[in-house]
């Protein structure tokens, strides 16, 4: 079933110039980026994107990492979108992450893992709203 699901590429990949890379290994795993944009994100939008861990310790550690430099946030389609970007992406820390993934090829630690993506089908359709409307989904 064709899903959609997004994708931030996060400031340690946008800072070392790696968005073109990462969209290859995207791209090679059977995922159309149908929107993307560069953006800087400011400290409102993190904050609310990352809400559901605002009573964690690393909360503003990590707001403040996400708008140190440029993201690209992207609306990516495929088949099972939301569990083949997982697989794609590589466990969450990055000396866990199999050969090939984003995060085995570019993440520089557990914080600065270079990509994030949706969990579910749900909490991609609300990710996207944040940054992007219908008419910037070019399928």
Avoid: C, W
Avoid at 17 to 44: F, H, P, W, Y
Avoid at 47 to 62: A, N
């Amino acid at each position: 079933m064709t899903e959609r699901t997004f994708s931030i590429i996060k400031p340690d990949a946008t800072r070392r110039n790696l968005t073109g890379k990462v969209n290859a290994v995207i791209e090679d795993a059977g995922l159309r980026i149908v929107a993307q944009r560069r953006i800087k994100m400011s400290k409102a939008q993190a904050e609310k994107f990352y809400e559901v861990h605002k009573e964690r310790p690393f909360f503003g550690e990590l707001v403040e990492f996400m708008t140190s430099a440029p993201v690209v946030v992207q609306v990516l389609e495929g088949d099972n979108a939301v569990a083949r970007y997982r697989e794609v992406m590589g466990a969450t820390n990055p000396a866990q992450a199999a050969e090939g993934t984003i995060r085995k090829l570019y993440a520089e630690s557990v914080g600065e893992n270079s990509v994030h993506g949706s969990d579910s089908l749900d909490n991609a359709k609300i990710e996207i709203a944040q940054f992007f409307t219908e008419a910037d989904i070019v399928g």
